[in-house]
């Protein structure tokens, strides 16, 4: 954005500010999306600008207008904004001719049109083609793209427009790549990873990434991510937990599998809990103990909270993502909370990740204590396990063509 001038220009800016949806009244929860893409819009006061989002998927029972988007980001700025319901057309057109230098206008929900979720908009030719790019395209001096946490998807909204205008990275996107490629790419050692929570499959993807690139020195695990790999290692973790595994992941034996994999090869960076609570009995058990088949592991114990800050304190880079157990319920919270206030304790350089793992942070008041609290889900995984991340991709072509 630096080397564009957008004082009285038309900008497109593509943000990704998909929130809960109370299911009763359809109004927008939470404003941290909103909140992270304050810096960019702020900057584009003397501009025409529209704004272009998605909420949720079809099939969804979140997947709703962005008229409350546009109420909840118009409170959030304390000026108007004018909020279209249609994405492309003859009215939108109008409007966007219509508006004034500082004017804010929102249009509806990408998704709600199948050019933007079944065209393969890697291929630009075919994006070029839809509506949406051919009725937006011509309209507009620059294109903004600042939705991070979608930027590992080949969407016609995100990617359509890189040969028609210059897009450019918003100060989200240019923030959390800088800060994300700061923590894989620096020289600082040792680098730590703590993957835990429950989504066992992203974890174990990113683990292999880390650990076979070398982009982490060691890796700590918590939450049902820990209980894969004891599960790997021949743990009998008790009946509840391995269901729990079970039913959330259909390709739960491959998982397990990888989860060996990387036990064999990395053992010795591979930091395990040694210690639990259990749900309901509330009581502490050892992974040499027999766990028993009717008790979930809902907490790391002691034990385990000692042997982990220890190595989050000899750490100088740390990658945070998932809590240590039900972190919800106050009696097996402890463990989340005393890593969570280590980190943030913590004098190096520090990401966090994921939504369960800012909303702890932020239940805390220490969000603002961590170096940066990434606004990416899948993408931050994506991202940091290398695989191709389409809207990169395109602002590089872009650039390529166009300059800046």
């Known amino acids: 954005m630096d080397d564009f001038n957008f004082d009285g220009k038309r900008v497109y800016l593509r943000l990704d500010i998909n929130s809960p949806i109370h299911p009763l009244s359809g109004d927008v929860m939470g404003a941290s999306r909103f909140i992270s893409h304050l810096d960019t819009i702020r900057e584009l006061h003397n501009s025409k600008l529209v704004i272009v989002g998605h909420q949720s998927r079809p099939g969804k029972s979140d997947f709703t207008s962005m008229r409350k988007h546009a109420e909840q980001l118009e409170k959030l700025l304390g000026k108007p904004v004018q909020f279209v319901d249609s994405l492309f057309g003859s009215e939108v057109r109008n409007r966007i001719r219509k508006m004034n230098d500082g004017d804010i206008m929102m249009l509806e929900n990408s998704r709600f049109y199948s050019e933007e979720v079944v065209v393969e908009a890697d291929d630009i030719d075919i994006a070029e083609s839809t509506h949406i790019v051919r009725n ?3 309209l507009f001096d620059y294109f903004i793209i600042d939705a991070f946490p979608a930027i590992h998807r080949a969407q016609t909204s995100l990617v359509g427009f890189r040969r028609i205008k210059p897009n450019i990275a918003g100060r989200l996107v240019q923030k959390e790549v800088a800060m994300i490629d700061q923590f894989t790419h620096g020289n600082v050692h040792p680098k730590l990873a703590i993957l835990a929570g429950a989504k066992i499959e992203d974890s174990v993807k990113v683990s292999t990434s880390f650990l076979k690139n070398g982009i982490v020195d060691t890796i700590m695990v918590g939450g049902v991510v820990a ?20 039913k959330n992941n259909k390709n739960h034996a491959e998982i397990i599998e990888t989860c060996k994999m990387i036990l064999n090869k990395f ?5 395990l809990p040694v210690d639990f609570i259990q749900n309901p009995k509330g009581r502490s058990i050892g992974v ?5 088949d009717d008790q979930i592991l809902a907490d790391i114990g002691l034990e385990t909270i000692s042997k982990f800050i220890k190595v989050i304190n000899e750490s100088k880079a740390i990658f945070l993502n998932g809590p240590m157990g039900v972190y919800e319920i106050e ?12 980190v943030a304790g913590s004098k190096a350089l520090t990401i966090a990740g994921g939504g369960h793992t800012l909303n702890a942070l932020e239940k805390l008041g220490i969000i603002d204590r961590i170096s940066h609290a990434s606004t990416g889900g899948g993408a931050l995984i994506s991202y940091l396990s290398g695989d191709p991340m389409p809207v990169l991709e395109s602002l590089s072509e872009s650039r390529k063509i166009f300059g800046g």
Do not use: C
């Open 136 to 138: 937006l395209g011509p």
């Open 331 to 342: 009696e097996y919270s402890v463990g989340t909370r005393e890593i969570l206030e280590a």
């Open 288 to 292: 040499n103990e027999k766990i028993p």
């Open 227 to 246: 209980n894969a790999f004891l599960w790997a290692k021949g743990v009998n973790i008790g009946k509840k937990n391995k269901d729990f595994i079970i």
């Open 267 to 271: 053992s010795d960076r591979i930091v």
